[in-house]
């Protein structure tokens, strides 16, 4: 008893103003913050990658098999902080086996599915079939034994097998791309829908996290491009690294101009919650959402981006630059996922106090385990670039 | 249709199958007998120890405490808001009557200043806002820090109980 009591007093330390009993601990953390930034990922590299293949951005050709493989490496993690999150992890699987139409999340193992197996394994499956068929001839070993596994055994690189496995993959893609708006939707979706929460309470939420999805994943797999060259001591194409960086630019516009909306929108109409809210902002989020989010992760890029479009320093310079901007973009959409799920628990809902969050370094909740998950993909990664290098593979045109 | 795509086919259709039999397979038995949840679960809680008694149960013992208590300030303050759980205490502590409890049936007795704080620390949230008024008379709120902390004579640092009755403050 004297440890809970003691145990009592602590907390209430961390509290300012008046909170509700079960406010005082953030029940979502680092690892659901995690969540919606690597589902994010995978969104926004599947759709640059269908920038490619539906909407014929030629140019983008040498990031379009880094894309799909980026995008499949970070879905297979996709939802790993969330079971290392739960408190009986070895339960997970029964939201696949009780699905109720009723809960959103309990929908989500569908929609994971859905996405990993019917668009993304699909996808690349009809896209490197024929290279892994004569891959297997070619290597030995554990490579060969993995391309015949892949490949199913199959044989058939007649043209005309090869033409219906290009159809075929085309017409995933365009299935994909609405699906990969149903993924990150869904994600902003839950949060949108939780009406007892003002700060996430708004309809812009899907579409919000959809285009910051979109902002980070071209992000993403324009660093990966760029230090992938590297490591292969290629020569970058410089073209295809400037139309990334344009669509980069746009996109992040559009988000920019949609939080702004959003964030307008609640000024305006300044609900009972809108003096809580302007406390939080100003007080606990002001570094993640002013600086990290807003200042580094939104308007440097933007600016920077803006101006090079007009003015194109030599091409190292102008790498370096996109470099820099990626992984500021990575960092501003990372903290931009953290003041939504941290940033709408720090208040209480009776809006008269604040809480705080801590968390430590170790511990299934801890930043290592969200470390773990955001290095485990990179792993990934690297794996399936040396089983299945898009580099090596025949050059289709996808026409 | 093309082999390789008869393949991919069966590969699905196999992955379905195996999810439709793994499902009936891992379902809880009880799943959806009352609803959509693991009926068992009701079960199973009844069967979570009790650590609770309930607020009239100290009386049958401790009337004298109970009797000063309804007089004073405290008077809708359950024994075990301060005690902590007493079920095994209320059962078991008769055959100890004016002998040493056992540690197991000893319960705490907040007796610090930390543990009145827990209520009495003021806190400017914990005010009542009526229609035009603001009454922090809610429950009655001190600094802890600077209402009597020592004995002005002996300079002796004072307890909340060396001048207030916990049960009868």
Same mark, same amino acid.
């Given at each position: 008893?004297?440890?809970?009591?003691?145990?009592?007093?602590?907390?209430?330390?961390?509290?300012?103003?008046?909170?509700?009993?079960?406010? @005082?601990?953030?029940?979502?953390?680092?690892?659901?913050?995690?969540?919606?930034? @690597?589902?994010?990922?995978?969104?926004?590299?599947?759709?640059?990658?269908?920038?490619?293949?539906?909407?014929? /951005?030629?140019?983008?050709?040498?990031?379009?098999?880094?894309?799909?493989?980026?995008?499949?490496?970070?879905?297979?993690?996709?939802? =790993?902080?969330?079971?290392?999150?739960?408190?009986?992890?070895?339960?997970?699987?029964?939201?696949?086996?009780?699905?109720? +139409? +009723?809960?959103?999340?309990?929908?989500?193992?569908?929609?994971?599915?859905?996405?990993?197996?019917?668009?993304?394994?699909?996808?690349?499956?009809?896209?490197?079939?024929?290279? =892994?068929?004569?891959?297997?001839?070619?290597?030995?070993?554990?490579?060969?034994?993995?391309?015949?596994?892949?490949?199913?055994?199959?044989?058939?690189?007649?043209?005309?097998?090869?033409?219906?496995?290009?159809?075929?993959?085309? @017409?995933?893609? /365009?299935?994909? #791309?609405?699906?990969?708006?149903?993924?990150?939707? *869904?994600?902003?979706?839950?949060?949108?829908?939780?009406?007892?929460?003002?700060?996430?309470?708004?309809?812009? =939420?899907?579409?919000?996290?959809?285009?910051?999805?979109?902002?980070?994943?071209?992000?993403?797999? $324009?660093?990966?491009?760029?230090?992938?060259?590297? @490591?292969?001591?290629?020569?970058?194409?410089?073209?295809?690294?400037?139309?990334? &960086?344009?669509?980069?630019?746009?996109?992040?516009?559009?988000?920019?101009?949609?939080?702004?909306?959003?964030?307008?929108?609640?000024?305006?109409? &300044?609900?009972?919650?809108?003096?809580?809210?302007?406390?939080?902002?100003?007080?606990?989020?002001?570094?993640?959402?002013?600086?990290?989010?807003?200042?580094?992760? %939104?308007?440097?890029?933007?600016?920077?981006?803006?101006?090079?479009?007009? *003015?194109?320093?030599?091409?190292?310079?102008?790498?370096?630059?996109?470099?820099?901007?990626?992984?500021?973009?990575? $960092?501003?959409?990372?903290?931009?996922?953290?003041?939504?799920?941290?940033?709408?628990?720090?208040?209480?809902?009776?809006?008269?106090?604040?809480? +705080?969050?801590?968390? +430590?370094?170790?511990?299934?909740?801890?930043?290592?385990?969200?470390?773990?998950?955001?290095?485990?993909?990179?792993?990934?990664?690297?794996?399936?670039?040396?089983?299945?290098?898009?580099?090596?593979?025949?050059?289709?045109?996808?026409? | 249709?093309?082999?390789?795509?008869?393949?991919?086919?069966?590969?699905? #259709?196999?992955?379905?199958?195996?999810?439709?039999?793994?499902?009936?397979?891992?379902?809880?038995?009880?799943?959806?007998?009352?609803?959509?949840?693991?009926?068992?679960?009701?079960?199973?809680?009844?069967?979570?120890?009790?650590?609770? &008694?309930?607020?009239?149960?100290?009386?049958?013992?401790?009337?004298?405490?109970?009797?000063?208590?309804?007089?004073?300030?405290?008077?809708?303050?359950?024994?075990?808001?301060?005690?902590?759980?007493?079920?095994?205490?209320?059962?078991?502590?008769?055959?100890?009557?004016?002998?040493?409890?056992?540690?197991?049936?000893?319960?705490?007795?907040?007796?610090?200043?930390?543990?009145?704080?827990?209520?009495?620390?003021?806190?400017?949230?914990?005010?009542?806002?009526?229609?035009? %008024?603001?009454?922090? %008379?809610?429950?009655?709120?001190?600094?802890? $820090?600077?209402?009597?902390? #020592?004995?002005?004579? %002996?300079?002796? &640092?004072?307890?909340?109980?060396?001048?207030?009755?916990?049960?009868?403050?």
């Amino acid at each position: 008893m004297e440890d809970h009591l003691q145990n009592l007093y602590e907390v209430l330390s961390k509290v300012d103003g008046y909170v509700y009993p079960n406010e @005082i601990e953030l029940n979502w953390s680092i690892l659901i913050v995690l969540y919606p930034y @690597i589902t994010g990922l995978v969104a926004g590299a599947f759709i640059l990658a269908s920038l490619e293949r539906i909407f014929k /951005v030629k140019i983008l050709k040498p990031t379009y098999g880094i894309a799909l493989l980026t995008a499949f490496s970070f879905m297979l993690v996709a939802t =790993m902080p969330l079971v290392s999150h739960l408190g009986k992890p070895q339960r997970a699987y029964e939201i696949m086996i009780t699905p109720h +139409s +009723s809960s959103a999340m309990a929908i989500f193992g569908f929609v994971y599915l859905w996405y990993l197996m019917v668009v993304l394994f699909l996808e690349l499956w009809f896209d490197y079939r024929r290279d =892994m068929v004569i891959w297997a001839n070619e290597t030995t070993g554990f490579k060969r034994f993995m391309y015949k596994v892949l490949s199913l055994g199959t044989t058939d690189i007649s043209p005309k097998a090869v033409a219906l496995d290009d159809k075929i993959g085309y @017409i995933i893609t /365009v299935i994909g #791309v609405p699906s990969a708006f149903l993924l990150h939707g *869904y994600v902003g979706f839950i949060f949108g829908s939780i009406k007892a929460n003002p700060w996430w309470s708004t309809v812009l =939420m899907p579409v919000i996290f959809l285009f910051s999805a979109m902002v980070s994943g071209i992000a993403l797999v $324009m660093l990966v491009y760029i230090v992938l060259t590297k @490591i292969r001591k290629q020569l970058i194409d410089m073209d295809c690294l400037d139309t990334i &960086a344009k669509y980069l630019f746009y996109i992040l516009l559009i988000d920019f101009a949609l939080e702004g909306l959003d964030q307008i929108h609640r000024i305006y109409v &300044a609900e009972e919650s809108f003096e809580a809210l302007h406390k939080l902002v100003f007080g606990k989020l002001f570094y993640s959402l002013f600086i990290f989010q807003g200042l580094l992760g %939104t308007i440097v890029p933007i600016l920077t981006l803006g101006t090079l479009q007009f *003015y194109k320093p030599r091409p190292v310079i102008r790498k370096t630059i996109y470099t820099i901007l990626g992984g500021l973009v990575l $960092m501003g959409i990372f903290f931009m996922r953290w003041n939504v799920v941290i940033g709408g628990q720090l208040f209480s809902k009776s809006f008269y106090g604040y809480t +705080s969050f801590k968390t +430590s370094l170790i511990g299934i909740e801890g930043y290592g385990m969200a470390i773990i998950w955001l290095i485990v993909p990179f792993l990934i990664l690297s794996f399936l670039l040396w089983l299945l290098p898009p580099w090596k593979k025949i050059e289709t045109s996808h026409d | 249709m093309p082999q390789h795509l008869k393949r991919l086919i069966g590969v699905f #259709v196999i992955f379905i199958l195996f999810f439709l039999v793994m499902r009936q397979v891992l379902r809880p038995k009880s799943f959806g007998e009352l609803g959509h949840f693991r009926a068992d679960a009701i079960y199973e809680n009844t069967l979570r120890p009790m650590h609770y &008694a309930v607020a009239d149960s100290c009386t049958k013992c401790h009337k004298d405490i109970r009797s000063d208590k309804d007089l004073g300030f405290h008077a809708k303050l359950k024994c075990e808001v301060c005690h902590g759980p007493a079920l095994k205490h209320a059962t078991f502590a008769n055959k100890f009557k004016n002998k040493q409890l056992p540690d197991s049936l000893v319960l705490y007795k907040p007796g610090e200043r930390k543990d009145c704080a827990v209520c009495h620390q003021r806190n400017a949230a914990r005010i009542k806002i009526t229609f035009d %008024t603001i009454n922090t %008379t809610m429950i009655h709120q001190v600094d802890i $820090m600077k209402h009597h902390p #020592v004995d002005p004579k %002996t300079n002796a &640092a004072l307890k909340c109980i060396d001048c207030h009755n916990p049960h009868q403050p």
